[in-house]
C-alpha cells in the first residue's frame, strides 16, 4: 500500500494503544517514545496484511494469557508484529536479534505506549546482548519468536529447565540461518518443542530475503557511503534469495555484478541471468564494492585482503558478523579508522585501503532500516499465523522443524494481493480436473 493510502490521524500521531507500562524493561531512552510512535504507525500504514490479522485477533484473542519470548530486530515493522501479539491477548517479553539494529525509540514506545517488556539498547555488547536475551527467558516464555536462533538456542544450551513439562508450546524461526541451526539441533535429537521455519513460507523468503534485502542492502551502503553505484564493480557472495535480490537491484543501479558462488546450480543460474561468476579471489581482485550474503563464515578472509582495491567497499548482508574474518582484517591493518559513521577505514601496511562497513554487520540493519515494512508485512503476516497455528495444534504438532502450512502462506499472498488492489483468475473446474487427471493425456 503506497503511504499516501495509509491510516492518517489529526488528532494523535502514532498509534493508538493503552499507555501500560510492564513491570521490566531495559531501553536506551524511555523520552523516545512519541518519536518511535509516530515511526511505528508509518511502518504500520504499510503493513495492511499485520493490520488485518491484528484487528482479527484483537476480536478472537488467540493469545488470551500466553507468555511470549521474542527475539527480532528491533525495528518499527516488528513493533507492529509484537503490537498483534499483543492485541491477541499476549504478555511479549522483546529482547534484539543483533546488537547493532535496535532502533531505541522503537524499543521506548513499544514499552511506554504498547505494553511490551523490552531489554534491548542499539550498539549494546555482547554481554548486555546475551543478558537481554536471559531477561527474556527469565518470563518464562511458552511461545519464542526467534531471528537467528538465539533464544531457542539459549534455552537448549543452559536453560532446559524451561523445557520441562511442555513448558514451551513451540516457536517461530524468521530467517535462513536460524532453521539451518534449528535443524541441526533436530538432527541432534535434541529439540525440545516444535518450531515452524517461518523462512520456508514463500510469501517470506521470495520477498523479504530477495526483493527486501535486495533493496535494503543497498539502501544501507549508499546511506552509510553516499557512493554512485553505476559503472562499479559489485561482488555478491553467495546468490541465494538475499544475494539474488542485491545482484537484480545492483544491476538495476547500473553496476556491473560479479557472483561467487559454491554451489554450483546456483552458479549457474547466475550466470544464465547474465552476470559474471567468478572465484572469491579473483572476483575480490576487482570489486568496488564486496557484499556477503552466505549465511556462512569467513566468506571474505586473509586471501581476498590480500588482492582487494585500494578504497573497497566491505560488507555484510548475511549473517550476524562471521562472513567477513575481521579478526584477520584487524590483523592485516596497520591502522584503523572511522571516517563516516558506520564505515571504518582499514589501512593496510601497503597503503591500500579496505571501508568496511557497519562492523561487518548486516549492513541493511544496521546502516539502514532494515526491510521496508511493505515486504515485512508478509513476513509478520507469517510469523503471526504461524504462532496461532502453534497454540492450536500444540497437542499435536511433534517436536520437529516444521513448514509453514501451504494455507497460510496461500493466505498472506491473497491478502497482499488484496490490499495491492491486484486480481488474479481462479482454475475453471475442467482446468482444475485436467490439472489432477492421469488419464487425460491431451
Ligand atoms: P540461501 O541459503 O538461499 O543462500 C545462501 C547462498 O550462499 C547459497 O546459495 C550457498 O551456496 C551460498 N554460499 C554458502 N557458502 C558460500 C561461500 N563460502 N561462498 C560463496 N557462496 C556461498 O540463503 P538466503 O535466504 O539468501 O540467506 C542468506 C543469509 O542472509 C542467511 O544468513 C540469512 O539468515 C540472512 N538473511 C538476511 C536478511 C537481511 O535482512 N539482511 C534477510 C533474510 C536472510
Not at 109 to 120: F, I, K, N, Y
Not at 391 to 414: F, I, Q, Y
Amino acid at each position: 500500500m503506497s503511504p499516501s493510502r495509509a491510516r492518517t490521524s489529526r488528532i494523535t500521531i502514532g498509534t493508538r494503544a493503552p499507555p501500560r507500562r510492564p513491570r521490566a524493561s531495559d531501553v536506551a531512552d524511555l523520552g523516545l517514545a512519541e518519536a518511535g510512535d509516530a515511526r511505528i504507525a508509518w511502518a504500520d500504514a504499510q503493513m495492511p496484511v499485520l493490520r488485518a490479522i491484528r484487528e482479527r485477533f484483537a476480536r478472537e484473542r488467540p493469545f488470551a494469557g500466553l507468555r511470549v519470548g521474542v527475539c527480532l530486530h528491533v525495528t518499527t515493522e516488528t513493533a507492529n508484529l509484537v503490537r498483534t501479539l499483543i492485541a491477541g491477548g499476549a504478555q511479549v517479553a522483546l529482547c534484539a536479534a543483533n546488537p547493532l539494529d535496535t532502533q531505541d525509540d522503537v524499543a521506548a514506545a513499544l514499552v511506554e505506549r504498547h505494553g511490551a517488556a523490552v531489554h534491548a539498547i542499539h550498539g549494546e555488547d555482547m554481554a548486555t546482548y546475551y543478558r537481554h536475551i536471559e531477561a527474556v527467558l527469565e518470563t518464562r516464555p511458552q511461545l519464542t519468536m526467534d531471528d537467528g536462533a538465539d533464544l531457542v538456542s539459549t534455552i537448549h544450551a543452559t536453560r532446559t529447565d524451561l523445557l520441562a513439562d511442555g513448558g514451551i508450546l513451540g516457536g517461530t524461526e524468521e530467517t535462513t540461518s536460524g532453521v539451518v541451526r534449528l535443524r541441526a539441533l533436530e538432527a541432534a535429537g535434541q529439540l525440545g518443542f516444535p518450531i515452524v521455519a517461518v523462512n520456508e513460507a514463500r510469501t517470506k523468503r521470495l520477498f523479504d530475503n530477495r526483493y527486501g534485502t535486495g533493496q535494503s542492502a543497498l539502501d544501507g551502503i549508499l546511506r552509510a557511503t553516499n557512493m554512485l553505484l553505476a559503472g562499479r564493480v559489485v561482488v555478491v557472495f553467495g546468490y541465494g534469495w538475499c544475494g539474488q535480490g542485491i545482484a537484480l537491484r545492483a544491476k538495476g543501479a547500473g553496476a556491473q555484478v560479479v557472483v561467487c558462488e559454491v554451489d554450483p546450480v546456483r552458479a549457474l543460474e547466475a550466470k544464465l541471468e547474465g552476470y559474471e561468476v567468478l572465484p572469491g579471489v579473483a572476483a575480490a581482485a576487482k570489486g568496488d564494492v564486496l557484499i556477503t550474503a552466505t549465511g556462512n563464515r569467513d566468506v571474505v578472509r586473509r586471501e581476498h585482503y590480500a588482492v582487494m582495491r585500494d578504497g573497497a567497499v566491505l560488507c555484510n548482508a548475511g549473517h550476524f558478523d562471521v562472513e567477513c574474518d575481521l579478526a584477520a582484517l584487524r590483523e592485516l591493518a596497520a591502522e584503523r579508522r572511522q571516517v563516516r559513521p558506520h564505515v571504518e577505514q582499514h589501512v593496510l601496511a601497503d597503503g591500500r585501503r579496505i571501508n568496511l562497513l557497519a562492523e561487518g554487520r548486516v549492513v541493511n540493519l544496521a546502516a539502514a532500516e532494515g526491510n521496508p515494512a511493505a515486504v515485512m508485512d508478509m513476513s509478520f503476516a507469517n510469523q503471526a499465523l504461524a504462532a496461532e497455528h502453534l497454540v492450536r495444534s500444540a497437542e499435536t504438532l511433534e517436536a520437529r522443524v516444521h513448514g509453514v502450512p501451504h494455507e497460510l502462506d496461500d493466505e498472506v499472498a491473497r491478502l497482499t494481493l488484496a490490499a495491492l488492489s491486484v486480481e488474479i483468475d481462479a482454475l475453471t473446474d475442467a482446468q482444475r480436473a485436467y490439472l489432477t487427471a492421469w488419464e487425460q493425456g491431451t
